[in-house]
């Protein structure tokens, strides 16, 4: 049994549906069922985003939701595969003690609105993957000796 921790960025409603709905997309395809947890309510910025972009599994994801999460405590049914949650930094660590009693296989995927953010370079440290606009990145803790061999192999 293993949670995969993963977190992301955004600065923007756009910006974050561009990191997530290829994400969702493919969760869905390989029949995964994805919560959303929304600090923010996102239909209307979702519905002229898919109007613009072709999306496989278009009515799946705006069955989504996308409403702002009212509740204050968060269930999630049996059947949910993965966990999306987007909005500021307190709310995703609020929402994170309330589901830390999970113990099956699930996908976490914490989207972190960078205003106000107050340290990115730990809240990376806490995940196993970062999600971008690229597709997921894996966070490898590098060591010094290490960066600097990147450093100087960028400079070539």
Do not use: A
Not at 121 to 128: A, L, Q, S, T
């Amino acid at each position: 049994m293993k949670k995969k921790n993963f977190c992301s960025f955004y600065v923007s409603e756009y910006h974050l549906l561009t990191i997530l709905l290829p994400y969702i997309d493919e969760q869905i395809s390989n029949l995964k069922n994805v919560k959303l947890i929304l600090e923010e309510d996102m239909i209307e910025c979702v519905k002229k985003y898919l109007k613009r972009y072709e999306i496989n599994n278009m009515s799946s994801i705006i069955r989504l939701g996308w409403k702002k999460e009212k509740n204050n405590k968060f269930e999630i049914d049996e059947n949910i595969d993965n966990i999306i949650i987007c909005g500021h930094e307190k709310f995703i660590d609020n929402v994170n003690s309330d589901i830390s009693c999970i113990k099956r296989n699930i996908e976490i995927v914490n989207c972190y609105n960078v205003e106000n953010l107050n340290n990115l370079k730990e809240i990376v440290k806490g995940h196993d993957f970062v999600l971008r606009t690229n597709g997921l990145c894996e966070f490898k803790k590098s060591s010094h000796n290490e960066q600097k061999r990147k450093t100087i192999q960028t400079q070539i």
